[in-house]
């Protein structure tokens, strides 16, 4: 791999010469060299492989292909190793038929049922002009296989431990119950990975819910109900459950090359990971939130939570959340300083009231300090904004200590708040009372948190520290310690989930009861990006090697995007694009995870750009050019 391409591009290489040569040999030696450590499932059988699923998708797309008047007649294949096969038409985004079938001889009969499904959906044609629309119809529907491997009993006593033993996105989950009496029939169904995925379900919640279907009985599987739990069903009511590993292969055009997915998106690579890649990510990223906003003369609506899979939003964005969008944006680029000024412009038009909250309030201030310039100051509701909030937080610390009503997660960003109001708007007589509040502040976080434990504080207490700091950043050695951790609980390049490749694991699990890498990872990874390009917090001996162990970690947010390779599964299109899941299992896209994510790139975008200026200014000028003779 030329690791040159993981950070400048074009003529920017070439530009760096010798100096980019050498971080290329340096990328390349560090590739492998990050350890992790990473909550994992018991190991399972291998999935079928590769050919075998490529195999089943062309059969798939050449019976269509005769649905739709075409091609000719194909023999359907054996699937060696395929203990399941989950076949999916979808238009426009949406399931028009999904059939499944057990066994590896069962791929022309699942082919035949999905197909009869899809048909049913479309109306019948009754002349030339209903023929012909039939036919654009079926030209737009589009196919996907799962194949399921050799399956593993499952173990779990519990069904919240099904959670932790079935890896979310990558394994099918076999449900039979009955047969155990002679002449019982056994009922049974399979439930593959992107029907849970795309229905939010984590496993325990699909294995209830198949439980249910397969019994007849819905009160029959009960969480925590004792004699109803999962190890209870399984000795006294003839239930059974395995897992196995999953392929996913899909077509993006009709008759169109396959596309191997992991967890229903591509596994982008490390390799992709440039500048220029970055600055285009950081674009679609704003590009997405401004989907996010509803306008109208009342002023703008934020969405809270996105469905992608659903087309449903949640909920309207509350103001706390929306400031913190706001901050964030401020510091992402002049897309997300425009959209930052209309979001935090249209708060304090008609909600200045929400400032009375403290950590509205913080990120209120933090947004006008980072639009510097771009902030209508002028315009008499900002003022207004800046002093209401203002009075708010000289309420959440006092006399050295944190009002006990000031809640523990939101005091970063209020120390932030502080330190900008003692910096960028200090008072005239008061500045000097506002900066030592503001060094208190951030100081009794320090004092009170471990090194680990700082990741929960960023990147707002990180930023404070820089604000408050003219010379040296005496807390410089805990910061460098927290970046520390923080590599080391994320998952190196070489992972056997290569998806989750640069993530962070904390070790919570998340809202599903799931343990891995989350949107949190964005977090910490934008004040590791920040530190970069601070010589207090990163020396010229350290520059190269904290930039090749920040990269995965992008990777790793890219990932967690919306492209047009995991869009197959989105109804709406332009709206799920570019939105930033929860998690790889999880494809939420919570308004918190598409605000921290611009954060992090651009951070990271900023810190290259200032890395190519210095290796640049470094290099001896070129000779002139000789005089034609």
Request: charged share 20%.
């Amino acid at each position: 791999m030329n690791a040159t391409s993981l950070v400048f591009s074009g003529r920017l290489v070439r530009k760096l010469g010798y100096a980019a040569c050498g971080l290329a040999l340096f990328l390349a030696a560090q590739a492998n060299a990050q350890n992790a450590s990473v909550p994992t499932a018991p190991v399972s059988n291998a999935a079928p492989d590769l050919a075998t699923t490529r195999t089943a998708l062309t059969y798939v797309q050449q019976r269509l292909r005769r649905w739709r008047g075409e091609g000719d007649e194909m023999v359907a294949p054996t699937l060696a190793g395929a203990s399941a096969i989950c076949v999916t038409l979808r238009m426009d985004g949406r399931v028009v038929a999904r059939a499944e079938g057990f066994g590896p001889d069962s791929l022309e009969a699942t082919v035949t049922a999905a197909i009869e499904q899809a048909s049913n959906r479309i109306p019948a044609a009754n002349d030339a002009l209903q023929v012909q629309a039939q036919r654009q119809i079926k030209a737009r529907v589009l196919a996907g296989v799962e194949i399921a491997g050799e399956r593993l009993p499952l173990q779990a006593a519990t069904f919240a431990q099904t959670n932790l033993d079935v890896k979310p996105g990558l394994e099918a989950i076999f449900v039979e119950v009955g047969g155990q009496r002679e002449g019982e029939q056994v009922a049974r169904e399979v439930v593959f990975p992107l029907r849970m995925l795309h229905a939010g379900d984590p496993p325990a919640a699909a294995i209830v819910s198949s439980i249910a279907r397969v019994s007849g009985d819905p009160a029959m599987p009960m969480p925590g109900v004792v004699g109803q739990e999962l190890s209870d069903l399984q000795r006294g009511k003839g239930v059974r459950v395995w897992r196995a590993p999953v392929m996913q292969m899909l077509e993006l055009t009709p008759g169109g090359p396959g596309v191997t997915l992991t967890r229903g998106s591509r596994v982008v690579e490390l390799r992709e990971v440039n500048l220029a890649m970055l600055r285009d990510f950081r674009d679609r990223l704003i590009d997405h939130v401004a989907t996010r906003v509803a306008r109208s003369m009342d002023g703008s609506q934020l969405f809270a939570t996105y469905h992608p899979t659903q087309d449903r939003a949640d909920d309207l964005a509350s103001p706390l959340q929306r400031a913190v969008l706001c901050a964030t944006l401020s510091r992402s680029g002049a897309r997300g300083r425009s959209l930052a000024r209309e979001l935090l412009g249209d708060l304090f038009a008609h909600n200045l009231q929400a400032l009375d909250e403290p950590t509205t309030a913080a990120a209120s201030v933090v947004t006008m300090a980072w639009l510097e310039g771009d902030a209508p100051l002028q315009d008499e509701a900002w003022p207004r904004g800046l002093e209401r909030a203002r009075a708010t937080l000289a309420k959440t610390f006092a006399r050295g200590a944190w009002n006990e009503q000031t809640p523990q997660g939101s005091r970063a960003m209020i120390a932030l708040g502080l330190a900008h109001l003692a910096t960028t708007f200090q008072r005239e007589g008061e500045a000097q009372t506002d900066r030592e509040r503001a060094t208190d502040a951030v100081r009794s976080l320090m004092q009170a948190t471990t090194p680990g434990a700082l990741v929960t504080h960023m990147p707002w207490l990180g930023y404070a520290q820089q604000q408050l700091s003219e010379a040296d950043i005496t807390s410089a050695p805990a910061l460098r310690e927290m970046r520390s951790m923080l590599w080391e609980r994320s998952i190196a390049p070489g992972a056997t989930e290569r998806d989750l490749e640069g993530g962070s694991v904390f070790g919570a699990r998340d809202a599903q009861g799931v343990a891995g890498p989350t949107w949190n990872t964005a977090r910490p990874l934008a004040f590791a990006a920040a530190m970069l390009r601070d010589p207090r917090l990163t020396d010229e001996t350290e520059l190269y090697p904290q930039l090749s162990r920040m990269l995965p970690g992008l990777r790793f947010l890219r990932q967690l995007a919306i492209d047009e390779a995991s869009g197959f599964a989105c109804p709406q299109l332009r709206r799920a694009m570019w939105g930033v899941r929860a998690a790889p299992w999880d494809w939420r896209q919570p308004i918190e995870s598409s605000a921290m994510t611009p954060l992090a790139v651009s951070e990271a975008v900023e810190s290259l750009e200032t890395i190519a200026e210095r290796a640049a200014a470094q290099q001896p000028p070129e000779p002139a050019a000789e005089p034609a003779k």
